[in-house]
């Protein structure tokens, strides 16, 4: 006879629970107002959801079992990439607010160094025609970081709007800087606000070092990203996360100053983009496509829900299906190489026979073999 009592006392227990589990989410719908984020459907209504992602000739699906951790515990954090060919080294921007460099060949081959020290949160990066170091740093603004290793602000608003989330860039031959500013309401630690508002805060801006000329190309973007130029410098190619797709910009001939679709329905969201000189663009995707984020994108009041919640309790989206996409140079795909249990990998790099890839979080680069067999064909 004692069985049912405990059970009847188990119930009762859980019940308990689940009520006091509870009041943080009535809580934060009845005293939390979150009058400044009002989240709206994302252009294009169902198309967004309804379509299945484009889709990628070659997918190699496990790179977590094959790949390999360089500078383990001394790359907090390392957003983006940029490779001095001439010297062998690869640098990245850390959480810490060091530019760290890796060195890829000779009797150093992986040793990490210290360089410079900018403060701030350095995401995307890219050389100068002079050699000196482009910097999208989150919180300063667009940096140039000398060989000798001074560092300078280059610009920090445009149409006197500061930049709130400096985040991609790239430099073109004759020495101008595209870069772009994810959005100017929100600071990086506030970035979620951001994608799941559903509001273009975005924009495409480039900045002239010989006229400290800073000019705004594009606005109203959704969480401008990562920035590359195209071989013949006639364009750029320019992501925006939360449409999951990358737009062309063109900087000169007869299509300058327009814009159009260079690749859509991207199987994740995209974060930065390097053009390898290879005839292939290669595409940071931060997280896969799941029906969980489908869901939210769909339903405003759910974001707005989430955003309330995680005042009180944390609240998991299911991140998962991370990697690097590979695109031909007209917006074709052509390989994807990802991991289910891989998050917020930041940027792919190709070179030699690596791919290099970063990461937002990670203490880590890590690189994968691509002449190793494993990619398999859809």
Known sequence: MAEPKNLKNLLSALGLMSILFSIPIVLSVILYRSDDFDPVPLPGGDYF??????????????????????????????????????????????????????????????????????????????????????????????????????????????????????????????????????????????????????????RLISFDPSTNRTVVLVRDLYFANGVALSPDQKCLIFCESVLRRCRRYYIHGEKKGTIDDFIENLPGFPDNIHNDGEGRYWIGLSAGRTLIMDTLFKYPILRKFVISLVKFVAVPLNLKDSGVLSVSLEGQPLSLYSDPGLVLATSGLKIGKHLYYGSLHKSYISRIDLTRSGASSN
């Open 49 to 202: 959801y309804s379509l299945p992602s484009v889709a990628v000739p070659e997918h190699r699906d496990q790179i977590l079992r094959d790949s390999e951790r360089v500078g383990e515990g001394l790359l907090p954090g390392p957003e983006d990439l940029a490779y001095d060919a001439e010297n062998g080294l690869l640098y990245t921007g850390c959480l810490d607010g060091w530019i760290r460099r890796v060195w890829l060949a000779g009797k150093d081959e992986l040793k990490v160094e210290d360089w410079v020290h900018i403060g701030g949160r350095p995401l995307g990066l890219a050389f100068a025609p002079d050699r000196s170091l482009v910097v999208a740093d989150a919180h300063k603004g667009l940096l140039r970081v000398k060989p000798d290793g001074n560092v300078e602000l280059l610009t920090d608003e445009a149409e006197g709007l500061k930049f709130g989330l400096t985040d991609g860039v790239d430099v073109a031959s004759d020495g101008l800087i595209y870069f772009t500013d994810a959005s100017y309401k929100y600071s990086l630690e506030m970035h979620m606000m951001d994608i799941l508002s559903g509001r273009p805060h975005g």
